[in-house]
């Protein structure tokens, strides 16, 4: 991403995670975006305008749900899901989104762009851009736009210009490095909203920000049920930014655990090594030239060779912890919640179900766990369709 790369000041890493490697065009606008978020998220009048959108649009709060019949059949640990699916759009994304485009019309911005791999942040953002009115410009790697054709279709039908990326491997980094050439020629009128807790400073703790109303929520929920603390909080890991949205509020209370899921097909915080991509510093899985490794899950919004600067800081410091599940077990754990509590995850937040099924049964019948629902799965039906049919032939 262009030869001058600088490092950033103190404030933009998280232990030796972290930074801003962009080139020097690049490095003032992220300084002015970084003002406005400093100066706007202790704002009154931005907080209660926040407040409102995610009563009235996104739908929140959203509950804390017993899973009373999935905690039996497990036979441990009291089971509660944080029920990110009841959002508007179905998933977590839009917390963040929200924050975020109402930062972009505060700064002035008549435009909002937006790197999408799957097409889950783009439709997200194409949503929030036609209720306020903006323009919006997804950038999407062509290989990608004929994978997703439904949801190019649905970014469109809300008003969004998709751009087929066609550059390098036509995949999401390709598009990430299309948003970011679009963002230096333009950035007098335009505000890039990135999807999760990646990218060069201040991204990573402006999405920290936006989506720890997570947390917020459900630890007053878990002390009003249960008159205590969770014993462990458990989320999917893609980027991170579900993860860090359930962790955030218990990150000081030594007792709670906070356990992150990634897919043995795409382990960044289990194998990555540290390395510099799409503008910070993190654990990354790549080859031996310092190339990233194409990863393989079958859930789109966790096939990311890197990972938020902060989860790889919490791994490294031992404050979070961080295994993988397998193909076979997400697909059961997916079939699983459906049968037990009629809910249909997402194949991503089914991760953090099948390592809270291995879990659960290992801990006490007092003991409590928190899963982060992150999304629902009426995306992920017509793959899992697949996906079990060809298991049984
Ligand atoms: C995008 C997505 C994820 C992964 O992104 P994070 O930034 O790691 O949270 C997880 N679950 C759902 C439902 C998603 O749409």
Redesign the pocket.
């Known amino acids: 991403m262009g030869e001058k790369q600088v490092e950033s000041r103190e404030e933009g890493y998280f232990g030796d995670f972290g930074g801003m490697f962009v080139p020097e065009e690049l490095q003032a606008v992220l300084g002015k975006l970084e003002e406005a978020f400093l100066t706007y998220k202790d704002d009154p009048v931005f907080i209660e305008e926040y407040n409102m959108y995610l009563r009235e649009y996104v739908g929140r709060e959203n509950p804390l749900t017993y899973a009373e019949r999935l905690t039996k059949k497990l036979g441990g640990a009291k089971i509660y899901l944080k029920r990110e699916d009841l959002n508007h759009t179905g998933?977590?994304?839009i917390n963040n989104v929200i924050g975020q485009i109402l930062l972009a019309k505060h700064m002035g911005a008549k435009r909002v762009i937006a790197e999408t791999g799957a097409g889950?942040?783009g439709v997200a953002t194409a949503t929030a851009c036609a209720m306020m009115n903006m323009d919006c410009t997804i950038y999407m790697g062509k290989e990608d736009t004929r994978r997703q054709e439904l949801n190019v279709f649905r970014m469109e039908l809300l008003g969004a210009e998709v751009v087929a990326v066609e550059t390098g491997g036509a995949r999401l980094k390709d598009a990430v490095d299309a948003a970011l050439q679009d963002l230096v020629e333009n950035y007098q009128t335009t505000f890039y909203l990135i999807g999760?807790?990646v990218g060069p400073h201040p991204f990573p703790t402006m999405v920290h920000h936006f989506q720890s109303v997570i947390s917020k929520e459900s630890r007053e929920q878990v002390l009003a049920k249960e008159g205590r603390l969770p014993d462990a909080v458990v989320a999917?890991?893609?980027?991170?930014?579900?993860?860090i949205g359930s962790f955030s509020a218990y990150l000081k209370d030594e007792s709670v655990r906070l356990i992150g899921a990634e897919p043995l097909e795409a382990a960044t915080m289990t194998k990555g090594t540290p390395a510099v991509l799409h503008g910070f510093t993190s654990l990354c899985l790549q080859d031996e030239n310092g190339d990233p490794l194409p990863t393989d899950s079958i859930a789109a919004?966790?096939d990311y060779p890197g990972v938020g600067p902060e989860h790889s800081y919490l791994k490294i410091s031992g404050r979070a912890e961080y295994f993988t599940v397998t193909k076979q077990e997400v697909l059961d754990a997916f079939q699983e919640l459906s049968r037990t509590e009629g809910i249909i995850p997402?194949l991503?937040?089914a991760h953090a179900l099948a390592l809270v099924a291995k879990l659960a049964p290992e801990m006490d019948k007092d003991n409590i766990i928190i899963v982060n629902l992150?999304?629902r799965g009426d995306k992920d039906v017509a793959e899992v369709k697949q996906l079990l049919e060809q298991r049984a032939e």
């Open positions: 998933a977590h994304k889950q942040h999760s807790v999917c890991v893609g980027g991170g930014s579900n993860a919004g966790l997402a991503e937040s992150s999304g």
